[in-house]
């Protein structure tokens, strides 16, 4: 009776056993569920070529902060040059950057924001005033404490690649609104005015919104820069593979992880290729910058698409005062950049990285591994 006993607690403690492995083994061959899309909610549908925005807020922060974006110009006459999208089921985790600047970058929200059409992001989150917001590549960060206006500043660092209009601060590398002589303005602008980014150049608005958050103007030149920049989204890869989908479940895009380090003067600046993968969702933009990714097709030509790993923009009120002025950084950035490439049967599958027409990168997506069931 007491052998019987010991055999069948034997067996029964085997068969627990095997089947604690069996849950781990299951477990560990499913994709992680944070990775899961979210229900993308659309907010103004205009175009599929337009560019398209997405909150990670509420329905009521979004349609609040969209309307002010349209509410400026130039966006005021090409309204139907956007389409606006949120999330409201999931909550992105940003850090302290520098332990000064909300900044709400990561591979796990750039996944996240792939549940909806995303060429921009924009993340609300609620932080004492003297936390800064900020712009790094394609995501703004807004702190809801800071003047709406903070938006219009950060889409300006993202959309444009503009220089701060404050001094002192750095210059984008092909940034145009700031100019070494008042001759240098290209179209009509509000006048010329000493300092931008540094003592010894101009801007062509007095007290604009990438000097002070008290504005909600560009200014007349500036407005041009924009205009200048929105065929380009609308006729880049992104917007013509979003295209071909209904909805971001039916689509896929590569997944590019790397690392920019600008090197100094013994180690020469490289792209270090991090992760690729293909990955469930709507691809996005990069943002603006000097940077460009493009396919290696010899049959079909595809506009490049701009980015600037290299450059993280930080704003806030300077003294958390109500007046606008802003104190401001700009960190060299320190964090793995992500790109959103899409999959399409007409592209190649060679990507170069240029920076100013020279070759940083080359990566074969060929080995990005195995699609997606449904594409």
């Known amino acids: 009776m007491d052998k019987n006993y010991v055999l069948f607690s034997m067996v029964g403690a085997i068969v627990v056993i095997a089947s604690i492995i069996s849950i781990i083994i299951t477990t560990n061959n499913l994709s992680p569920p944070n990775d899961a899309l979210e229900k993308c909610n659309e907010l103004k549908f205009n175009s599929a070529d337009a560019v398209n925005i997405l909150f990670f807020s509420t329905k009521e922060q979004a349609k609040e902060y969209s309307d002010f974006f349209l509410q400026v110009q130039p966006f005021?006459?090409?309204?139907?040059?956007?389409?606006?999208?949120?999330?409201?089921?999931?909550?992105?985790?940003?850090e302290l950057y520098k332990g000064i600047a909300l900044v709400c970058y990561s591979k796990k929200i750039i996944k996240k924001a792939s549940s909806c059409p995303s060429d921009y992001i924009i993340v609300i989150k609620e932080k004492s005033a003297e936390i800064r917001s900020s712009a790094y590549m394609e995501v703004?960060?807004?702190?809801?404490?800071?003047?709406?206006?903070?938006?219009?500043?950060?889409?300006?660092?993202a959309f444009a690649n503009f220089a701060d209009e404050y001094t002192p601060a750095?210059?984008?590398?092909?940034?145009?609104?700031?100019?070494?002589?008042?001759?240098?303005?290209?179209?009509?602008?509000?006048?010329?005015?000493?300092?931008?980014?540094k003592e010894v150049y101009y801007r062509s608005i007095d007290?604009?919104?990438m000097r002070t958050?008290?504005?909600?103007?560009?200014?007349?030149?500036?407005?041009?820069?924009?205009?200048?920049?929105?065929?380009?989204?609308?006729?880049?890869?992104?917007s013509k593979a979003i295209a071909e989908f209904a909805e971001c479940n039916d689509a896929a895009y590569y997944l590019i992880e790397g690392i920019y380090n600008p090197g100094n003067l013994t180690l020469p600046e490289k792209i270090t290729l991090?992760?690729?993968s293909i990955e469930k969702g709507c691809a996005g933009n990069g943002g603006s910058g000097e940077f460009e990714y493009n396919f290696i097709n010899p049959d079909e030509n595809?506009?490049?698409?701009?980015?600037?790993?290299?450059l993280i923009?930080?704003?806030?009120?300077?003294?958390?005062?109500?007046?606008?002025?802003?104190?401001?950084?700009?960190?060299?950035?320190?964090?793995?950049?992500?790109?959103?490439?899409?999959?399409?049967?007409?592209?190649?599958?060679?990507?170069?990285?240029?920076?100013?027409?020279?070759?940083?990168?080359?990566?074969?997506?060929?080995?990005?591994?195995?699609?997606?069931?449904?594409?």
């Open 76 to 94: 005021d006459e090409n309204k139907e040059a956007f389409n606006f999208y949120y999330i409201d089921s999931y909550t992105p985790e940003c």
């Open 313 to 375: 923009f930080t704003d806030s009120l300077k003294g958390v005062s109500l007046g606008g002025e802003i104190n401001g950084t700009v960190f060299f950035s320190e964090l793995p950049f992500i790109l959103r490439i899409p999959v399409s049967k007409n592209q190649g599958e060679i990507i170069a990285i240029t920076k100013n027409g020279a070759t940083m990168a080359e990566i074969d997506l060929s080995h990005a591994g195995a699609m997606p069931c449904k594409i």
């Open 274 to 276: 991090l992760n690729t």
């Open 140 to 157: 703004m960060s807004i702190n809801s404490n800071h003047p709406k206006s903070v938006l219009i500043h950060e889409f300006g660092h």
């Open 213 to 238: 958050l008290s504005s909600k103007e560009y200014g007349k030149f500036n407005n041009n820069l924009i205009l200048e920049k929105m065929p380009k989204n609308f006729q880049g890869i992104t």
């Open 207 to 209: 007290e604009g919104v």
């Open 302 to 310: 595809y506009s490049g698409i701009e980015f600037n790993p290299g």
């Open 170 to 197: 750095t210059i984008p590398k092909n940034s145009k609104n700031c100019v070494s002589s008042c001759s240098k303005f290209a179209w009509e602008t509000n006048g010329c005015f000493e300092g931008c980014s």
